[in-house]
């Protein structure tokens, strides 16, 4: 079976081997070894500038997403989220859910984020402190500008928090060129393991203030415990997310094949949101 699908994907006979490794407590060395394994992996393929921190969170990529959005702001700041999309629509429903002050800039699913209404938003809204946006919008398929919109938030001197748990290690994405201060990502889609283990890397920075929480968070992880179910930390740990492998170079060449995918779709009755052009 092929899955074409963002995740889960087809995993490696390495990741399910690692579902059958002996129990293991949480709370021993050999569990703290491979969770710092993980975490180290994290950081060489997405951060290895060395200056994010990395929170490991047994759930779903939308449980990660959570941490960051409820984590990213001070009293009396507000985030500004940008909807396109189910997932960015769940970004919002956070937000609410959690009575933080968020305003919303909606587009059309299948309209491209405009730059104008961004940077209006952020000229006259102080409060605001964190633009949020959906790298890619799994729902369409969209690939929103997080480069521009990064340029944007960091000219206004504020910064991103990117859903990237559809994207991270599929699609280009510089954590320091794009303004990066949290990403949210997920086992189960690019990095090719199983689902179960959600991550979040949060940016060390002097305004690091705004994200005491989770960074605090990360850090006691760090230090082991927390009865992370050790079946789903394992396979993660099996996961071989590539050195660099936000960069084009790297993504390219496993996009290619897409192309094709359009003619197989349209005799089975299935259609495009919009032209691949």
């Not at 960051?68 to 909807?83: N, W």
């Not at 740990?237 to 995918?261: F, N, Q, T």
Request: proline letters at 7%.
């Amino acid at each position: 079976m092929i899955l074409l699908n963002p995740g889960p994907v087809n995993v490696s006979e390495r990741v399910r081997q690692a579902l059958l490794r002996p129990d293991i407590c949480h709370r021993e060395a050999e569990f703290n070894d491979l969770i710092e394994g993980i975490r180290d992996k994290l950081l060489r393929a997405f951060a290895p500038g060395g200056n994010f921190v990395p929170l490991l969170v047994t759930g779903s990529g939308t449980a990660a997403v959570e941490a960051a959005v409820t984590s990213c702001l001070p009293p009396g700041r507000r985030i500004l989220i940008i909807k396109n999309g189910v997932y960015s629509q769940r970004i919002s429903a956070i937000a609410n859910a959690h009575k933080m002050q968020n305003m919303d800039i909606s587009f059309e699913w299948d309209q491209r984020v405009e730059n104008e209404p961004i940077e209006v938003a952020l000229r006259q809204n102080k409060a605001i402190q964190v633009v949020a946006v959906v790298q890619h919008e799994t729902s369409t398929g969209m690939l929103n500008p997080v480069k521009e919109i990064g340029a944007i938030a960091k000219k206004a001197g504020r910064f991103l928090l990117v859903d990237g748990v559809s994207s991270l290690g599929g699609e280009e994405i510089d954590f320091s060129s794009y303004n990066v201060g949290l990403i949210a990502g997920s086992s189960g889609k690019c990095i090719q393991g199983f689902p179960g283990v959600g991550f979040v890397l949060v940016r060390l920075h002097p305004g690091g203030a705004t994200l005491l929480c989770l960074r605090r968070g990360a850090e006691r992880a760090a230090g082991g415990g927390g009865g992370d179910p050790h079946r789903a930390i394992s396979q993660a740990g099996a996961a071989r997310p590539k050195p660099h492998a936000g960069h084009s170079d790297e993504v390219l060449p496993a996009r290619a094949p897409l192309v094709e995918y359009p003619d197989r779709l349209h005799p089975a009755g299935g259609r495009l949101l919009r032209s691949p052009a």
